[in-house]
Every structure is written in structure tokens, then in C-alpha cells.
């Protein structure tokens, strides 16, 4: 179908058209067309051209109303105190735009971005060997909202799981394994991926015991370390045991957070082992790392330590050994040139800021990032507890994942079954609600906060339907599939010729503008003001309730109709914007 064209592009094309009518020197002049609360849009343009044009603001806005035609969109546009633009909509309009944007049932009206092109995203970085905890939440959760919003936009979007699977460590742990074979035999076969973490966990923590008491062992332990790197046929199979077993588990706690992680999109550390050597030869060759005390370095006029001299990106140690930069570097060369990215989005602690600054500006000098591709840290805060302290333990430990979404589905799911009674759930629905209620809640409250800021984990707060949390999206949502059940024989259906209460025009005119708020979120990375549109959605719908009956007696066939076309408008807007945060909305709750 033909694009849906918003309501607030046709109001700005008309005002547009009116100022080139009424000063020509303007040429195509923004009407800095806004939401308004006198009225349904503001236009505050015309002050800065009168001013340029050395024009009286207020005669200029006058001769601009007199060029625009009302009566099809704009039913009334007067001049406000020194020159605004107040414009008013016709009913007919708003409704007209509701079954467009309804009948378009794939996108809701929402175009799709102009000149996509190609954004590697790298998100989602769990360690090898390592147990999952609360640190790896925000860049999973954050990460795969921001694939989903660049590809519902038209981009064409890589994923990459940096996961951490190399270096010195992995020396410790194979010749640990070398030396006890058994450790990591599974008596079931159908192993699940907490026992295979468990299992790793346990054999990591011999394997340092081990390390840290017997000095040969430790000698062993950094010869294979050589062999790794050197790609010792033996060394790596029992590397790609530990990798395979670690995968089980990311897998497992992946599909807990309801999250889809392909194994082509894992391309750990160790995927760029064979670039290094050639990164670092590259730089030096190019001047744009030099040798100091050994090491291959990049320096930075205004990266200084305490001292007041300077700290260098250090891309190759002084024993041989390779840094984090070399890796990074030769990642990036590797999406540039073999995926053909114009954009590198790394969702990564913000605490990585200034290494990831002097990576991106590092592959600059080298040529790797020119003006043609940009390479962007979504920095996301930390994840505190509720006395604002980083979320631990009462023993202090780092807190596992498993162990968080878990306390959070049993939680929503306690929250659901006391009233599943009254919506009349069975068993299984109660737990399958309990599970969308208990994640959505997690993602939410964490998508829901601006990426760059911390935010306090609380639970209850979470799965409460109260306040700004997914269930009362999700309730919302639910309440109009409870509606549109019993609705019979009505269906949705456009009537303009209506008029339209204050609460069903606040409700259609916030609808229309779900397409441009989606677009701008993709391409600022910015979920949380999705979230926003989402909750604002919701609590329009609630203030809609209170003022208008959908389903009277009292209310004639075509208002019934109407209003069904704006409340189910309203659940898909809330269910597709709630899929592009990775948030399920249940039919009935």
C-alpha cells in the first residue's frame, strides 16, 4: 500500500508552502511545527525568518494564515502573542489518518528511514568459562532493542557477539583439563546450560587453585598458552571444548531473557587472531603507532595520566603479547572492509569510554573509519541496588543473571496468578505470563532509563501496574483484546464524518505520531524514548476509558465502530512498539 503520510507532515507541508507564498526569499523554510498544548500543533518558524527578513514577526504569521487552506486538514490557524501559529485539525482528518495507519497492518503507517545502509552492532559480550552476571544485562537487553529499531527502520543490520574466549587464562584451563581428561565428562547427555557452566565454573576453579600452589604447573600452564596462539591442533580442540560448553549456557540464559543469539553472530576475540600481527604491522608501517619501552603504542595529545604525561593505547605488550586495541583495531578493519559497514555501534560499559576513544580515533589515523563510516559507543550506567550502590549480594557477590530473571518471573508470576481468577487463566497461561510479565519487567525498567545513566533495580517496582512499568502496557494491551472480544458482531471501522471527544483526538493525534518517533529512536539509539511514547500511549488510552464507552448501549452503531478502530489502532501500536523493545504483550492478563 501506498505510504501513510502523518498528520504532521501534511500540516507542515501546508504551512511550508504558505511562508514560500508569503516571503519568496524565505525559499523552503521549517515551519518548527510542535505539539501543542493550546492547541493540537504550535508553529514557532516564523520568528527567526522575521527576523532575517528584518520583518514584524506577527504581520509575517498574519500574511502567512491568509495563504493556508483550511477545511480538508487544518480546521482553524490563528497568530499567538508575538507570532506563533496555533493550527487546529479537522476530526475528519485525525480519523481518516487512524484507518489509514490501520489499514497498513505490517508497519501501522511507520515509513522506512531514507539511505539505510549497513550498521555492524556489536552487543551481548559474556566470557567464555565465565558465569553471566547482572554487568552483562544492559548490553544484551539494550543491544537487541537497537537491532530490532535499525531493521524495522530499513537498515540492514550485522550482529556481533564480542564474546571474551582468548588469552591467558585459556592456558591455564586447557592444561589443567590436558592433565585431568574427566573433568568435564557429562554422565546425561541432555546436559542443561547452568549444569555446563557449573561444570566450568568448578573445573576454573581447581585450575587456579592449582596455578596459584604448584610453580611447574604454572610454567606448563603459560607454555600452552604459546601453543594456543600458535594453533597447536590439540590445544585448540580442547579451547573449542571449553567454547562449545560455554555456549550451552549463553544459549540457555539467552532464551531466558527471550532473546535470539545465533551462533554465526558470535565471533569472539579470538575470531581476529589471524589479523593481528598484520593491524599492528599496518600501524606501525603508517607511523600511527610508534615503539616505547618495548611496547607498540599510540599516544594522544589529550589523553594524560596523573603524572601530566602521556597514556598510550598500547596494541602490542612488550613481552609479544597482544592487547585489547589489537583486537578492537582488527575488528574494525574487518567490518569496514569485509562486512562493508558504514556504521560500528559497540554497546559497551561506559566505564570503556576513553578505550574505545582512542580505538575509533587510532582507526581513523590509520584510514580504517573514514568519512563515510562512523563508529558510535552506545555507553550505557551501571545497574544498582536499591540503597544505589552497585547491585550486589547480601554476601557481596556479583549478582548472577540466571539467578535476577528468575526471581523476576516468580515474582510477575505471583503478581498474575492472584488475578487469573478473575480473567479465568489456566496453568499454563499463568505461567507463560508470569514469564513475559517477569522479563518484560526487567527490560523494560532498563530500557525504560536513558542508556548513560545508572538505574536502581527493584522488583517489586517492576511488576507493578502501577506507575511506569511494562504490565501496565501490558494490561493496557490486554484490557483491548478484553474489548475487542466483546465487541460480537462490531468490527473497526472508520467514520470521519464524527466528531471526536478531547480524549479520542489526544489518543489519534499521539497515534500519528508513532512512525517518526520510531524512526528518530533508531537512528539516535535512544529506546528509552520509545518507552516514553509507549507509556504516554498507555496513559492516553486510560484518560480515553474514563471519558468515552466503546461498548454503551447508549452509543450508536458508527461511534462503536470508531472507537474500536482507534482502541485496536491503539493495541498494535503498543504491541509492535512493545516487540521492538523485545517486550511480548499477552492476550489476556
Known amino acids: 500500500m501506498a505510504p501513510v503520510t502523518s498528520l504532521t507532515a501534511s500540516v507542515n507541508q501546508r504551512l511550508a508552502s504558505a511562508l514560500s507564498a508569503a516571503l519568496p526569499e524565505a525559499g523552503s523554510a521549517d515551519p518548527l511545527l510542535r505539539r501543542s498544548d493550546r492547541a493540537d500543533f504550535q508553529a514557532n518558524g516564523i520568528l527567526a525568518l522575521a527576523k532575517k527578513a528584518k520583518a514584524n514577526p506577527r504581520e509575517l504569521a498574519t500574511q502567512v494564515v491568509s495563504q493556508v487552506v483550511t477545511g480538508d486538514v487544518i480546521k482553524d490557524i490563528e497568530v499567538s502573542g ?36 549497513t550498521t555492524v552492532i556489536d552487543y551481548a559480550q559474556p566470557n567464555v568459562a565465565k558465569e553471566m552476571h547482572v554487568g552483562h544485562l544492559r548490553s544484551a537487553v539494550i543491544g537487541d532493542a537497537a537491532v530490532s529499531l535499525l531493521e524495522f527502520a530499513g537498515e540492514t543490520v550485522v550482529r556481533r557477539h564480542h564474546i571474551g574466549d582468548w588469552g591467558t587464562q585459556f592456558g591455564m584451563l586447557i592444561q589443567y583439563l ?46 600452552r598458552v604459546v601453543d594456543l596462539q600458535a594453533g597447536d591442533p590439540h590445544t585448540l580442540a580442547t579451547w573449542q571444548k571449553f567454547v562449545d560448553e560455554s ?128 563508529a558510535v559507543q552506545l555507553a550505557f550506567g551501571t545497574v544498582l541496588g536499591k540503597d544505589g550502590k552497585p547491585f550486589k549480594t547480601r554476601e557481596g557477590e556479583t549478582v548472577k543473571l ?75 494491551y490486554a484490557r483491548i483484546q478484553s474489548i475487542l472480544r466483546k465487541a460480537g458482531e462490531a468490527r473497526p471501522a472508520a467514520h ?52 468515552c464507552q466503546v461498548l454503551s448501549a447508549d452509543n450508536a452503531p458508527e461511534v462503536v465502530e470508531n472507537r474500536l478502530l482507534l482502541v485496536d489502532l491503539t493495541a498494535r501500536t503498543l504491541h509492535q512498539g512493545m516487540a521492538l523493545l523485545g517486550i511480548r504483550t499477552p492476550e489476556r492478563l
Open 247 to 374: 555456549k550451552i549456557y549463553f544459549f540457555s540464559v539467552f532464551e531466558k531473557l527471550d532473546m535470539e543469539v545465533r551462533d554465526p553472530d558470535i565471533v569472539g576475540e579470538s575470531g581476529y587472531n589471524d589479523m593481528l600481527a598484520e593491524t599492528c604491522r599496518l600501524l606501525e608501517d603508517s607511523g600511527v603507532a610508534v615503539r616505547s619501552e618495548g611496547a607498540l603504542c599510540v599516544f594522544f595529545d589529550d589523553v594524560l595520566g596523573p603524572d601530566g604525561n602521556p597514556v598510550p593505547l598500547i596494541v602490542k605488550k612488550s613481552d609479544g603479547g597482544y592487547g585489547y586495541a589489537a583486537t578492537d583495531l582488527s575488528a574494525i578493519r574487518d567490518r569496514v572492509f569485509n562486512l562493508k559497514a558504514d556504521t560500528l555501534v559497540y554497546v559497551v560499559d561506559a566505564r570503556q569510554s576513553l578505550h574505545f576513544k582512542m580505538v575509533f580515533e587510532t582507526a581513523r589515523r590509520a584510514g580504517w573509519l573514514g568519512e563515510d563510516v562512523k
Open 82 to 117: 508575538p507570532g506563533f501559529l496555533n493550527i487546529t485539525l479537522t476530526d475528519g482528518a485525525i480519523t481518516e489518518n487512524l484507518a489509514a495507519r490501520h489499514a497498513d497492518a505490517d508497519r501501522l503507517g511507520v515509513p522506512f528511514a531514507e539511505n539505510p545502509g
Open 496 to 547: 470521519p464524518e464524527l466528531e471526536l471527544a478531547p480524549a479520542e483526538r489526544a489518543l489519534g493525534l499521539h497515534l500519528d505520531q508513532f512512525g517518526e518517533t520510531v524512526l528518530d529512536v533508531a537512528a539516535a539509539y535512544e529506546p528509552h524514548k520509545l518507552a516514553s511514547y509507549l507509556y504516554q500511549l498507555a496513559s492516553l488510552l486510560t484518560t480515553f476509558y474514563d471519558q
Open 178 to 223: 590436558d592433565e585431568h581428561p574427566h573433568e568435564l565428562d557429562h554422565k546425561d547427555t541432555q546436559v542443561s546450560g547452568e549444569e555446563a557452566m557449573s561444570n566450568l565454573d568448578r573445573l576454573y576453579k581447581a585450575a587456579r587453585k592449582h596455578f596459584d600452589s604448584d610453580e611447574e604447573f604454572k610454567t606448563r600452564a603459560r607454555r
Open 402 to 476: 540466571v539467578d535476577l530473571l528468575d526471581e523476576a518471573v516468580e515474582r510477575a508470576t505471583a503478581v498474575v496468578r492472584e488475578k487469573a481468577e478473575k480473567v479465568g487463566l489456566s496453568e499454563r497461561e499463568i505461567v507463560e505470563n508470569g514469564r513475559y510479565v517477569g522479563i518484560g519487567a526487567v527490560k523494560y525498567a532498563d530500557l525504560s532509563t536513558s542508556a548513560v545513566r545508572d538505574y536502581k533495580f527493584d522488583l517489586d517496582q517492576m511488576v507493578s501496574l502501577n506507575g511506569d512499568t511494562s504490565v501496565y502496557l501490558q494490561y493496557a
